[in-house]
């Protein structure tokens, strides 16, 4: 693994742009400016982060905040923390839509205590998913038992007003209960994955996968296997059901997620890249279908996590299984429609010490001389591949063609058509996700959600489609698709199925800063950290208008890693649209604040000139606007300021107050570009001003290669700048602190600087 830099190095362009929703006390929550969908205002739906929830706990190796509920009738959401075995109870009654980030609070209640003390024969295990009936009467929660091959429970709970929760009964479930939803207000469905989380080995058991149905009021339950697919393996596995060889369907299929519409469920069995439909009245499976696979031949992928770029390219070999995780359902003109986000997945288990230890991938490392793919079709000469790639280990299992490379995952969401004669495929969104995220994140592309090096993930699942679900807009049906790895939640209007159409892209993950105390290392170097904001989007909810607590339709997003749920305001007001042409998408946010705070203006109707350089002039007219452009009677000593200049005034101001001083000999130097340590010396000295909190530590400068080029009189200004955020490096390793500052720069300071909270 290519080892990472601490993220305090990044580049400052973007990371200030994503770093607005960042959790801070509370008492400053309010004075920040919420998040933005790249696409506002250019786009028919808006994405706005409005409010956060932060469990306070983290984990690289994410499972923290997974999955989110809400019962309108109460006005709470339940969010399962996957850490501390806790249901976070999140009242959002109060929330209202608006401009700034509000930070949301939560009471813990510890379901595994009221579970154990209602059945104490229950080896309580974890807590796996929770869902509100549509009336919001009743909350169920999947429980694992605590053995891999013992039958779970679904706890059902009555909901109080109070947010608490009164359990009215358990019932029991087929193995590793993985999802629950609710089909109707008395009937609960869990997918009970049953992994083989022994390995394989002689006297092991691989569980049985399977569907339970529950019965809410009579507190039963019946579990509905894949028994009757056995006989049908040699026909599932042609039409491209993947199955571990020598295994039974029954025994192999692995339920991940349940969507329900129309009287039928509809099931994704992530291993085995396949859709299970379950008829709920006659409680039998209609059939199971294949998910299908993206074509690398035909769709460009980046496979190459060694070139820092984004550089999709055909291969006539290469397949993407899609191993659908989340599903969603939704109606079209009279039709059943299915959503599925294409994540993939590997089989893991096992123990080494016991030679029970089994992994499904393939890794080549095209660096090492003579590696080719599994076919042999790939290789270093003809694809310029010099970095690591995980295939899927195809000859352990049918329904594949032996003469193709397999990935993992399509990188990809898909539309179905679901049908009496089963599922057809209407649309998928091919390198969408790739292309969009490399054009938004350029510094940040194909990054992991344990640390933010790019490119990281391009040779194993790309940005990772996790979750998905659907909601209407003003009478327009969307699909919200998060991406686990790169983060942030995809946007597209699916009411015209078969046309998808790309709409917005929102990502609250601070790219900036690192969570203290996240840091892993491997052989003494940093290998693994938690960045700011929001990671990892595990579990999407959408809320529309008629139980949303704002008026507004809303998405809540789980976050696995950050162990946070970001809300997401959808539509409502525009942010207006820049008019400039040379302003790019990731630095629009920081563009849009300071002209429409009237701190900078544009060098023409249409072009802003985001690399020009600044005048000192300019710099303290910024600061002097920010203020509130007071007069004082001050008697200026500068020979080279004109008191009737456009920064006259400023420049009288900021000597006033200490913020701006001059070269000596009574000269000023309004027209010479202010450089990066100068700038850092007005903000810092303009925060000290305010009564902002300007201490720092002094670490991170430490980083940059080029620190000690610091002048004596900026040393001070310069460590706060960037421990605070407000400036990072140029480049990966270098802050140039006399090299004159950029336009884009100076308004990316200004705010991070207008974000600092007292």
């Known amino acids: 693994m290519r080892k990472a830099r601490r993220p305090a190095a990044t580049a400052l362009a973007l990371a200030l742009a994503l770093q607005l929703g960042t959790v801070v006390p509370a008492a400053a929550a309010a004075d920040i400016t919420a998040t933005a969908g790249y696409e506002n205002g250019n786009s028919p739906l808006n994405l706005t982060q409005i409010a956060r929830y932060a469990s306070g706990q983290f984990n690289v190796d994410g499972g923290v905040m997974e ?106 479930t087929g193995v590793q209960p993985d999802m629950v939803t609710f089909a109707d207000n008395n009937t609960v469905l869990t997918a009970d994955e049953g992994e083989p989380r022994e390995g394989y080995g002689d006297g092991i058991t691989d569980p049985r996968g399977s569907v339970t149905v529950v019965d809410v009021s009579a507190l039963t339950s019946e579990v509905v296997g894949f028994d009757a697919f056995d006989a049908q393996r040699d026909e599932l596995a042609a039409s491209g059901v993947v199955l571990k060889k020598g295994v039974n369907p029954a025994t ?51 496979i190459d996590k060694k070139d820092d770029a984004y550089a999709p390219k055909t291969y006539g070999s290469l397949l993407g299984i899609r191993m659908p995780d989340a599903i969603a359902a939704f109606q079209a003109e009279g039709k059943t429609y299915l959503v599925t986000a294409n994540e993939g997945d590997a089989r893991e288990w096992g123990d080494e010490d016991l030679g029970t230890f089994y992994l499904n991938e393939d890794e080549r490392d095209f660096g090492d001389e003579g590696v080719t793919s599994p076919t042999g079709a790939i290789t270093e000469e003809n694809s310029g591949l010099t970095g690591k790639v995980v295939f899927f280990k195809s000859e352990d299992f049918d329904g594949l063609d032996a003469g193709k490379d397999y990935l993992f995952g399509g990188r990809t969401f898909t539309v179905y058509e679901a049908g009496e004669a089963g599922l057809t495929e209407v649309f998928t969104s091919g390198d969408d996700f790739e292309a969009l995220t490399a054009q938004y994140l350029p510094d940040y592309y194909n990054c992991s959600n344990d640390n933010a090096v790019v490119d990281d993930r391009s040779g194993k699942k790309g940005p990772e489609a996790e979750s998905v679900t659907v909601g209407t807009v003003d009478g327009r049906t969307y699909a919200f698709v998060a991406l686990e790895r790169t983060g942030g939640v995809m946007v597209y209007d699916v009411t015209e199925p078969a046309s998808a159409q790309y709409v917005n892209y929102i990502n609250t993950r601070d790219f900036a800063s690192a969570v203290e105390g996240s840091e892993e290392y491997e052989d003494g170097e940093l290998d693994k950290w938690v960045t700011g904001g929001d990671v990892a989007p595990e579990g999407l909810l959408f809320l529309d208008v008629s139980v949303s607590p704002t008026g507004e339709a809303l998405l809540l ?37 300071v002209c429409e705070n009237g701190l900078m203006a544009g060098v023409s109707a249409d072009r802003f000139d985001p690399n020009g350089t600044l005048t000192r002039g ?111 490096g140029t480049a990966t390793d270098t802050l140039a602190p006399g090299q004159a500052a950029t336009r884009v720069q100076t308004a990316q300071a200004l705010l991070a600087l207008s974000q600092i909270a007292e």
């Open 67 to 172: 999955i989110v509920a809400y019962n309108r009738a109460n006005s709470f959401a339940y969010a399962i923390n996957g850490q501390s075995g806790l249901l976070a109870a999140i009242s959002l009654e109060n929330l209202a839509a608006g401009s700034s980030v509000a930070r949301l609070s939560g009471t813990d209640i510890d379901v595994k205590a009221l579970v154990e003390a209602a059945d104490s024969s229950f080896r309580y295990g974890d807590m796996t998913s929770v869902a509100v009936s549509p009336d919001s009467a009743t909350l169920a929660a999947a429980l694992q038992a605590e053995g891999y091959n013992d039958a779970g429970r679904v706890a059902l709970f009555t909901c109080n007003s109070d947010g608490t929760l009164t359990l009215k009964g358990l019932v029991e």
């Open 252 to 302: 192999d299929l692995e339920p991940e997620y349940i969507a329900v519409s129309g009287g039928k469920a509809y099931i994704t069995l992530q291993e085995n890249n396949a859709i299970a439909v379950l008829d709920l009245t006659s409680r039998t499976f209609d059939g199971i279908y294949s998910a299908g696979f993206e074509d690398y031949g035909v769709t460009p992928v980046d």
């Open 557 to 593: 997003a789980a976050c696995e890693v950050s162990g946070t749920v970001a809300v997401y305001q959808v539509g409502g007001a525009a942010l207006s649209v820049l008019p400039f042409t040379d302003v790019e998408a990731r630095d629009a946010q920081a563009v849009r604040y």
């Open 618 to 728: 300019e710099a303290v007219a910024a600061l002097w606007a920010l203020e509130g452009r007071p007069v004082v009677n001050y008697l200026m000593d500068f020979s080279d300021v004109d008191p009737a200049d456009s920064c006259g005034e400023a420049v009288r101001w900021a000597a006033s107050q200490g913020i701006a001083g001059g070269y000596g000999g009574g000269l000023f130097g309004p027209d010479d570009p202010i450089t990066r340590e100068q700038l850092a010396v007005m903000l810092y000295r303009y925060a000290r001003h305010e009564g902002y909190d300007t201490a720092q530590g002094g670490m991170a400068i430490r980083e940059f290669t080029d620190f000690a080029q610091i002048s004596g009189y900026a040393a001070e200004a310069m460590t706060w700048a960037v421990e605070s955020g407000v400036l990072t």
